[in-house]
């Protein structure tokens, strides 16, 4: 497992699934605790690991190893 | 899953106990505190040895969320606090969060003395192009014929270029990205930490909950983020467009990187 998502930390800004060159990640149906749909990388074997999306992300949410 | 999750590492530049922050889902803030640690982790800075000074609005609640002494509050004097912080304590590295609204429209004539005076402070100006958290009013930054909510048919007025302005004036470390940049914002913010002097480095960053809204009719901060992208060029390739092209959209670069005399009280030897 290469990508990390803190699910409570996530908005649902989407911000990551329009930036991955991959595609890795996508917004679930699921709700956390502040009533966001977050994100998750259900593709993680296509990750390239140029940690754009760590970079990128406004909430800290994101980790990849 | 069951799997340990792993968090990103430059969360220990941050206060546990404040996150999620308050910021809208896409803002522009969020990642420029992203880029900042960034910037502190690749210089081996202590945030709790230097201060954050934030006045009022969406930008400056940037510091809360870092773990350093701060001040918050006054809106548009920010750079007057840093000014008296710097004549007591002329060693402790100050850095400034201000909005658009908060360095030059209130705190205009602040900014200006202080780029006259080359006080070493670092300003972090984030430039969302309205006043985003009164509700996306129409700020000396927005672009021109952009509606927002006091000017539904369009703004009738020029808009503000901050960083001729702090040219103008005499700052010794001027920069503009914006926040599809992270690498070169970063390294700016490097840059801005280690100059001697008046850094202004100003991001211009996408606002979906009030200028996307308004004025781009979208909620999506990557079209937001498309759309300062589209309206941006580099400095570099000025000399190949034609004025037409140039038209109404913003130069990103180093404008000026220079050694200057720094303020002290008083520049004259006694």
């Known amino acids: 497992m290469a990508v990390y998502i803190d699910k409570e930390l996530c908005k649902s800004c989407s911000m990551c699934v329009s930036l991955c060159p991959k595609n890795v990640f996508e917004i679930t149906h699921a709700v956390n605790k502040k009533g966001y749909n977050y994100a998750a990388a259900p593709r993680q ?10 970079k990128m992300c406004p909430d800290f949410a994101i980790y990849v190893e | 899953m069951g799997e340990e999750l792993k968090i990103n590492p430059l969360r220990k530049f941050l206060r546990k106990e404040k996150l999620p922050h308050f910021f809208c889902a896409g803002c522009g803030c969020g990642q420029v505190l992203n880029y900042y640690t960034q910037a502190l982790d690749a210089l081996n800075m202590d945030p709790e040895k230097m201060l954050h000074i934030g006045g009022v609005g969406c930008t400056a609640r940037i510091p809360i969320y870092l773990k350093t002494d701060m001040f918050h509050g006054v809106h548009g004097r920010t750079l007057a606090w840093a000014t008296g912080v710097k004549m007591t304590q002329p060693d402790l590295p100050v850095v400034i969060f201000a909005g658009d609204g908060d360095l030059v429209s209130i705190g205009g004539n602040h900014m200006i003395q202080s780029c006259r005076r080359n006080l070493d402070v670092t300003v972090v100006m984030v430039n969302n192009m309205n006043f985003a958290m009164t509700g ?7 672009p021109e014929e952009s509606v927002t909510m006091t000017t539904p048919y369009g703004s009738g007025e020029p808009r ?5 302005l702090a040219m103008a004036a005499g700052a010794s470390h001027v920069e503009r990205w914006t926040t599809a940049q992270p690498v070169q914002c970063k390294l700016a913010m490097e840059r801005a930490l280690q100059h001697k002097g008046f850094s202004l480095i100003e991001i211009v960053s996408q606002c979906p909950t009030h200028y996307g ?4 009719k979208t909620g999506d901060p990557v079209k937001v983020m498309n759309y300062i992208q589209s309206n941006t060029y580099a400095k570099e390739q000025s000399e ?6 140039k038209e109404g959209k913003l130069p990103l670069g180093m404008f000026i990187c220079e050694e ?3 303020y002290a009280g008083t520049n004259m030897a006694f």
């Open chain 1, 45 to 54: 074997e296509e990750c390239i690991k140029c940690k754009k999306c760590e």
């Open chain 2, 136 to 142: 996306g009013q129409v700020a000396p930054t927005t």
């Open chain 2, 160 to 164: 503000f270029d901050v960083c001729r």
């Open chain 2, 213 to 216: 809204r308004y004025a781009l």
């Open chain 2, 240 to 245: 190949r467009m034609t004025d037409e092209e």
């Open chain 2, 260 to 262: 200057k005399p720094v």
